[in-house]
């Protein structure tokens, strides 16, 4: 048995005191109070829990996910593997869950609720209420993940009711996805078993879901970030609040990840026990997760930090076993597989041309970006038509975007994006929510046409194209993870982001910016493989403005 000895903290009583514990079999035993004073220099804390997030945004697999995370005193996340399972059905899931079970850490995973997310978009696979049944009653998943498909919860969708009410019959929770819902429609779709929600973008939506007995999930991700907007809430309602990322680039990871989120709420006034609440065990309760709080039988997870205000991690401790100490890493390597699907789709440079019968102009739609949101506007402009072809305006930073399927042989959809700030070249990703298809970005035609094709190639990666130079970022795991370390692929991501960077644009996250232009449940206006998308309307939409 070893003996742990420090300042404990306990989230049940919201009390620190100076005491001692065993771990036997990976179990705490024997806690021990020795004194109220704070007598040892370090503290021991409950593990934090990212409450929301997809492991794949990270572009690394589990195994290699989990080195980071324990660095920052993660010792466990509720992960929504929906993006493999729209590349790979129930295979890409247990490809998930396996490579992570034999890391050490504790990834919870929950069973997609939406695959493909919406019946207009086309993914690699589908997951229907029958096969997520099954996937729920196997014992394998934790929950249901969030249910993107809110108007099909509101108009009673008869599919969407049957994964919700099978979720229920086995006791678990059911994660929410509604952004802007409001009034009766929110009522409806929280009444039918949601439980969360991590898409709100003010106090007051926040409040108002609150208010429903939703648990709100403040998100401060790599694309979206609303934690400045929303930790206030936590004052008033701290039972009622998660911390999450949702979506993390291995950049952001290697830059403080979760630790960061603690320190910043400390720093605007959060209590601290309400900071440790809400960066943990908030999410253990209302998942009901087998993980520990430091009390008598509890399974050992905890966290060894210098003081309550910097939070250094010392230690990281998961089921009784050390998988982080004084700077080494002591998770378990698991073998990286490559699996994929992934089809040679070559584009030329007619496919991605843009028709008009017009002469010297055209209104047509363009989504317009929001930075660090993934909310986008609706917007009209007029741009010019040559010899027949609608032209991007760079000038006024309104440039192509085109998606294009990589599960079979089709015509890409193309569109028009303001706000990326790009002045020359194109980027492209295989990483575009929640289908997973390519989508580009650039200047010209001949830069989209170069990226797309060296994607294609590489069958799955982030990449920038010019004239000069076509550089790839390689995801050969379902086109959205990478087969190395968490170094070696921030390395590679910064690398392309300054060669964006270079060519003009401002965004701090163009590519997971650009990757959530094709999630058509997030309003106003996306774009899928099918060709714009009225998210408010909920239906297909024409390029032009002047035709429905």
Known sequence: MEKVKGNIVDLEKKDVFFGEFFIKDGFVFDLVKISKEKKFEKYIIPGFVDSHIHIESSMLVPSEFAKVAVRTGVIATVSDPHEIANVLGVDGVEYMRLNGERSGFKFFFGVPSCVPA?????????LDSRIVTKMLESGKYFYLSEMMNFPGVVNGDVEVKAKIDAALRYGLKV?????????????????????????????QE??????????????EGSAAKNFDSLIDIVKKYPDMVMLCSDDCHPDDLLNGYFVGLVRRALKKGVDVFDVLRISGYNAIKHYNLPLGLLQEGDPADFVMVDNLLDFNVEKTV????????????????????IVNNFIENIVRLEDIKVS???????????????????????????LEVQNGNV????????????????YQKAKPSVGFIKGFGLKQGAICSSVSHDSHNLVAIGVDDESIVKVINGVVASKGGLAYADDDV???LELPVAGLMAAASAEKVAEDYRNLLEITRKSGSTMKAPF????????????????????LFDVVAFKPTSLFANER
């Open 118 to 126: 919406v019946p207009f978009d086309k993914s690699g696979a589908v």
């Open 175 to 203: 994660d929410g996805h509604a952004p802007g819902l409001i009034g009766a429609d929110l009522e409806t779709y929280v009444n039918a078993g949601i439980t969360t929600d991590h898409e709100c973008m003010s106090l």
């Open 206 to 219: 926040a409040e108002d879901k609150i208010k429903l007995g939703v648990k709100v999930q403040i998100r």
């Open 318 to 337: 998961v089921g009784g076993k050390v998988l982080f100490e004084k700077g080494n890493v002591k998770t378990i390597d698991a073998k990286i597989e």
């Open 356 to 382: 008009s019968s017009q002469n010297d102009s055209v209104s047509v739609r363009v989504i317009g970006v929001v930075e660090g949101e993934l909310y986008t506007n609706s917007e009209v402009y007029d």
């Open 391 to 406: 032209t991007s305006d760079r000038n006024s930073d309104i440039l192509k975007i085109v998606v294009l399927n990589r």
């Open 470 to 472: 076509l550089k790839v």
């Open 512 to 531: 997971m910016t650009m990757a959530f232009m094709s999630l058509i449940v997030i309003p106003e206006l996306k774009i899928s493989d099918q060709g």
